[in-house]
């Protein structure tokens, strides 16, 4: 009987368990919300939008009436409703929509953003600790607004939610292609649009010192071609950053990466003749800071208690990677140095450096962040490990994992560089923990990840196409629990989610035909548009091999800068021909056709536009592709495709799978399956 | 003998002008430089662009190191080139393009912007006075450059260049709906594109007031709604300005337009028990500074004391428009005040007023710049005269003309309200002094014109599409000779300017897609981009009579903002029924066909749409005109037009005609004349 009862209660749960589990995915094929919540529910209620909407606030608070305030504008210009009141009320009855919270936070990893969302008919609340988690839940409920064709509703839900992950961010270099403010702050609201909560602005690097000096101005005057930001406006940013919630981790990046730092005061180099210049290439440079000279940490402490006010976080970055110790070795003063205080490596003598610089931030009341490298024995546990090497760089395991056992907190970046420019099902499917054998404590020591843009192949123009919409499927993976993971249904989530981006401020749609337009000279670019749907950016630093062919100011106007990961129409194809090659339904053959007919006549159309230098290159490829298509689609039409006429497919794609100006078509695997089975289907020998 | 030979003389001088003219003419079909140059002569050389290309400047100054440098990577980044040297050099031999000029003005009216540009084989020179006429070299330089094929080019030319008109400006009003720092510097980078040279800002009217103020904080804190320029933003604003040779003319309007003042500030007001806010409407509304208090001159001087240095134009715009007096005449103090002194209407009072500010802004090294209402007979004769009313405001001459002859300087807005809606063939007509009789001292005291974009019903999003490319050709008639106003020709040039100026930076063409996914509910937009190509706007305020429609924050994502004065298929349907109607040529013929059938079409395609609030409004209108083009088409087919079924369509086009979702199909025309042309063509009786 005792075990029976037990048996009927745990298949009760169970019960429970799998319908809440099947409900969310029966949600999430109905919903557009990313990320997904930690648990949600229907209840058939319903609040209709209309220009009586209004807001109340149960007590004051700047960060939930700024939120409030743009949750209006935002829903105004989605749905072109009058709303009648544009700002928040407190403590109104009778409001449309309640925000209840308790307190405001002071951002940190310990920030409570949990909330509790219900809505029930013609009534909204949001309930949480915190102001950062009304903050987090109006990013959900402007996700929850749905047109039912005459009105747009909030459909009635009860949500509970709350991050799996205390730090997640994004990182933005600005050194290498300075980013303007505006910019800035729109990746910011794209970010608290999708929850995340950490902005490391890499602010230092070879190619520019990005911040005002007022202490040492040659920093920015020398160190940035006029491009850096002024105090005012650092502070405006990390301003406008902790009104959505987003703490702003700024980096100085020492003792190497110094080459900016360094044509301003080439005094504190390791190599004292050494030409110091601002660099214009990619890749690891020599210019060090000279970790033997007290001047060096003379200026870091002037220029730490300079800088260290504007970031109110309490931790800095501090860099600390590839220093290849070029100039220490080549410097005697700099041996006899290390000789003479028992530092036998140059690890040891960039830890005497980093031990030296974690009690000047102590000083300024910060905390060390620094890339995986600053993990040195005498290294305190407070400072935070940022992983960014991995199997690539030698590390079969990790850097992440040591770092934990080691008794750190860390957060991974090494599996999320979104300038490798790979697929969003890549990105998705790394969790920072994974199936790792991890103690409790070991677990809650991993805050989180962060999305790592490096800025040397991206300008202003494009870096919101390189950033999104792959990074709101990271945020994903870094807020929702572990078990979301169907890419099918994140693709088509994330589909929508891309369109809201944009509509919040992003570029990265809108600028595509701006870059076409230019490749052609100011021509009709629908041929064009077409090609750009199939192809994507040479992945993993290929573009830049070496990293000499662009320099900072070669052009970013170029068809690569155009496509870009996850090419849209070739995912659609490969949907097309999976599901062709599964059944030869008629639709499915129609749809296939109608791609094949596409690339064709594409390619016709781009012949008749008066030729231009950018044209040139997307010739023969372009030719290729149309030859493809129209042999397949006349194989397809007469169900006539013999091995030869395969063979011969075949090598054409091989010519056609070679890079070009930049970028490849990725329809290749497609056409060849689609070859192989019109082969078997129709070989007439 | 003598007779004859002034005979000679003058045919001789005749045809070279001729020739010189026709000429012009001639490059004007192959080149699209705008504004179009005083004086350009073929010379069949021409300059490849290659990796190799340098600049060199034959002085230091910051002014054209910067433009150089700018233009160097809009040079790279307009062809695809990896120009090696990404900056000028100085005194450098040999170098591709050498900029020579004698010194580095100081911003006004005076400045000479005149150049000298030859293009001669792998060779170019631009000589100046100054270094503004440099930076106006460059901008026509810029526009030079063209594809062979292969490569881009500069064709060789000879250029003498000056401008007609001294002041040739854009006033932007960022008080109704406020502007950030990036969107007015990518119009100075577009107004400078365009050789123009006065911005005029205006800072200050009833809807908010937008400068910081360290004296009067409650100024931004309470009458902006947290949407105003820092003094330092305001300051780098002025910078960049300055560096395109553009200057900047602040305006803070008084007494009038005074409700956001008032709202921080109202023991300033005429009414003491008036309740200040913001407005959030449109319209002339009844907040006035109060005239008769000291405190409002303390208080004035204090500001201008404040704000003049931030500013270092000799010239400070102070409104004084519109003031309706309600509020002083219903004030018995205010009454009373007049009386004492002899002021006997509100004119006088206002006079009074002007008389003591231009006393305190001279004190600050400045002198006035106001609407037209500011010429009272004691205003000194140093104020420039701004006129905004004409015919429309009761002024049958305008306001210009007298205040010429009364001996002043003066500008024309009156005829370049661009916010009025109209089209660019208007604008480009009105010339500032076209046939007036004025003497010569009269006709030089025009000093030029300025586009006035009022911004009630625009935002962010869409003031570019407001402003441009219209103004592009206004620029042309401030600057050009007189003789330059072939229509046909204008918008040749302005098409393909249309695109350049998106990519220096506007957002006018790449906003419209935005907003239409917006208006789709993020589906397919391609069959409202066809509707949208012949809508417009309401024009002349009629979005918004009464201006209660919209409020500050009302949605301007509608279909109505991604349509635009001058419908591009508009405007070529209308050319194609011309040439029809003509000659009934087969060519023409299908030219009008695919026009009908594209939105017979795109009515279908947009039938397929899932319904969504914003598409109803277009469902009525599309469907009749998918229904009177499916008509036509049959008609023409057929070659069958009964008056019956001219009757039946004109009856449709009067349906078709009405506004709807504030915006009106403006093809109604063209199909009127396509259906009298059918019916006399084709009538079966």
Redesign the interface.
């Known amino acids: 009987m005792k075990v029976f009862s037990i048996f009927i209660f745990c298949l009760f749960f169970f019960t429970i368990a799998m319908n809440s589990c099947f409900s969310q995915e029966k949600l999430s094929g109905q919903l557009n919300l990313m990320p997904w919540p930690k648990e949600i529910k229907s209840n058939k209620a319903k609040t209709i939008l209309d220009r009586d909407f209004t807001i109340s606030m149960n007590r004051k608070g700047s960060r939930v009436y700024k939120a409030a305030t743009k949750f ?2 935002n829903l ?8 009648d009141e ?1 700002f928040p009320f407190y403590n109104r009855e009778k409001a449309t929509l309640s925000l209840v919270f308790k307190e405001e936070a002071n951002l940190s990893f310990n920030t409570d953003e949990s909330y509790k969302l219900v809505v029930n008919n013609n009534k909204i609340e949001i309930t949480a600790l915190t102001d950062v988690g009304i903050v987090r839940g109006l990013s959900t409920l402007l996700q929850l607004i749905k ?1 039912d ?4 509703v909030f459909e009635g839900f009860y949500i509970k939610d709350a991050p799996r992950f205390k730090w997640r961010g994004l990182m933005i270099d600005v050194s290498r292609h300075f980013q ?3 910019l800035i702050k729109r990746n910011l609201d794209a970010m608290a649009f999708v929850k995340m909560n950490v902005f490391h602005w890499h602010l230092s690097d070879d190619q520019g010192f990005r911040i005002e000096s007022k202490i040492y101005p040659k920093l920015h005057e020398l160190g940035s071609d006029g491009e850096y930001y ?1 105090q ?1 406006q650092i502070k405006d940013v990390v301003a406008y950053a902790n009104n959505l919630g987003i703490r702003v981790i700024p980096e100085i990046d020492v003792p190497g990466h110094a080459a900016a730092i360094l044509t301003a005061y080439p005094e504190l180099g390791s190599d004292e003749n050494f030409d110091n210049k601002i660099v ?1 290439y990619s890749g690891v440079f020599d210019p060090t800071l000279n970790p033997t000279k007290p001047e060096v940490y003379t200026f870091l402490d002037n220029l730490f208690k300079e800088v260290a006010p504007l970031f109110p976080d309490e931790y800095f970055h501090i860099g600390g990677d590839e220093n290849e110790g070029k100039h220490w070795d080549a410097n005697p003063k700099i041996q006899k140095f290390k000789k003479k205080n028992g530092l036998k490596s140059n690890h040891d003598l960039q830890t005497y450096f980093n031990i030296k610089l974690e009690k000047i931030l102590r000083k300024y009341g910060k905390k060390l962040v620094g890339w995986d490298e600053i993990r040195t024995p005498s290294m305190p546990k407070s400072a935070i490990i940022h992983s960014w090497r991995g199997k690539n760089e030698g590390f079969e395991n990790g850097t992440l994992i040591p770092a934990l056992k080691n008794g750190y907190h860390a957060i991974l970046s090494n599996d999320y560089y979104i300038d490798r420019m790979l697929s969003v099902d890549h990105y998705y499917k790394c969790d920072p923990i994974a199936n790792a054998d991890l103690t409790k404590a070991e677990e809650s020591r991993v805050l989180g990840g962060e999305v790592t843009m490096w800025s040397e192949l991206v300008t202003p123009l494009t870096i919101d196409s390189r950033i999104w919409p792959r990074t709101a499927a990271i945020a994903e993976r870094f807020w929702s629990p572990k078990h979301i993971t169907n890419i099918e249904n994140m693709r088509k989530r994330l589909k ?1 989610v891309n ?2 981006l ?2 919040i401020g992003l ?1 990265h ?3 595509i ?2 870059i076409l ?3 052609s ?2 021509q009709d670019i629908s041929s064009l548009k077409i090609l750009a749907g199939i192809s994507e950016p040479l992945k993993i630093y290929n573009r830049n091999e070496g990293g000499t ?10 068809f690569a800068d155009a496509c870009s990961a996850d090419a849209p129409d070739a995912y659609e194809f490969k949907k097309a021909v999976s599901a062709y090659t599964l059944d030869g339904n008629i639709n499915n053959k129609e749809n296939v056709l109608s791609f094949l007919n596409s690339w064709e006549t594409g390619y016709s159309e781009f012949r008749k536009l ?5 044209l ?1 290159g997307l010739e023969l490829h372009y030719q290729k592709l149309a030859e493809v298509s129209h042999q397949i689609k006349i194989a397809i039409k007469r169900e006539k495709f013999s091995k030869k006429d395969k063979d011969s497919i075949i090598d054409l794609l091989e010519e056609l799978s070679t890079p070009f100006v930049d970028v490849e078509i990725v329809i290749i695997e497609p056409l060849k399956e689609l070859s192989t089975c019109l082969n078997r289907r129709f070989d007439l020998k």
């Open positions: 209006l504008r105004a210009n989605k749905t072109g409703v009058f709303i544009g047109s064709g005459s009105n747009f303007p403010v505006d002024t005012e214009r929508y369109h809201e944009e509509r570029t749609i809108r600028n035909d701006v337009r230019n490749v000279n100011n062919e662009y320099k900072t100011f070669s052009p970013f106007t170029l008066e030729k231009s230098p950018n040139v």
